[in-house]
């Protein structure tokens, strides 16, 4: 693959440069300060799995923005893409009069979700709104109010997404009333719970059975692999576990895909590896290149449940997004992406691994295909370490590597580099990480 910038990193000035110190204060001035960055370095320009700043240092993107560029930042079929559809028409709007991209992605999308019954799709823009509408429409298809979700659940900042998302800093303190019938219940932390898979779906059917009756639960929401929660990848059997409840008791089963889908863990949807056939998937950041784009996909027969205009949105399937989500599912299918998610997975848990019992804060390496991470904790327990998370990703930051944080403890550091990194970038950012985990512990 050709690249427009070097895929090296390098630190030329000190972090943040002197042009970056210009637009903090411009953006102390001017932006309002609940809009939060990681990185103090301002980004000028990004290719394939590098960020290069307004002072020239180009760091190693292992953010991804979120698992949005999977395909690698400005990826030149996607980039093409986008050129072309909006020289034809920037925007159309759904409900006025359809167009052809909006049934060719809705096709796709059909054919990459897990299920072989008949399905249908709906477009939206971010991940909140396509989990507002899945909810929207598990309500309208039961007749039914309450929505499960479960602890360390990240779902969206809109109101009911607040509801349904687990952790109150940053997201939800001061920001309540929260939208009601969002019920809460314990999900599978194997690491943290000790439970199999059965015991610990046992345990949630009981709860949910017990606190709102099974038979007014609208839809069970729930992330294959808990993202912002902390990586969290649940006991074998569990999912499973969930569905079959969900199916006896006239559930529909949403699988929030938003973060894990798209050859992000090895596989189109994350869902396949526990052998689940979710009713409805809610997809988005790795969808579309970095256009903003989400879909809800499923069964024919939900989907169809609501009236006609009861969906939609100004933006919801816009022309130019659809055109990049083409353009990056093509750029997954042809350039063999998910087993370079597995290629990732073998060479960092191959290097992260050997941490585990010989580094006292490293509690545990897990994830699936390119969506990683490394949960701290203090010596000795397995209490939640929060300070040297800070540390090593400050650290990294001067060496040119970005890494991002999650967990709902702030304990754990998140590894989700575009599919496309080279072998070289990786080791020498595997180096960089160890070394500053080291130093640390
Ligand atoms: C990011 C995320 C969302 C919300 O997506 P937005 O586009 O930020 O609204 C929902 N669910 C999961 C699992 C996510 O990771």
Redesign the pocket.
Known sequence: MEFRLEQKRNVVTEIPGPKSKELAERRAKYVSNSVGSGLSAFIESADGAILRDVDGNQFVDFGAG??VTSVGNAHPKVVKAVQDAAAKGTHFQVNVAGYESYIDLAEKLTQLTPGDFDKKAALF???????ENAVKIARKYTGRDAVVVFDH??????NL?MAM?AKNMPYKDGFGPFAPEVYRFPASYPYRDGLTGEEAAARTALAIEKQIGAKNVAAIVI?PL???GGFIVPAEGFLPALVKFAHDNGIVFVA?????GMCRTGKWFCSEWDGIEPDLV?S??GIAGGM?L?AVIGRAEIMDAPHAGGIGGTYSGNPVANAAALATIAAYEEEGHAQKALDIEAKVKGALEPLVGTVPTVGEVRGRGAMLAIEFVKAGGKEPNAEIVGQVVAEAQKQGVMLLTCGTYGNVIRLLPPLIITDELLDDSLEVIIEAIKKFS
């Open positions: 979120i698992g823009n971010s991940g909140a709104e396509a989990l659940a990240f779902h969206g900042r809109t997404t998302t992330e808990q993202g912002e929030d895909e938003v973060q894990a809610t988005a950041k903003p989400s």
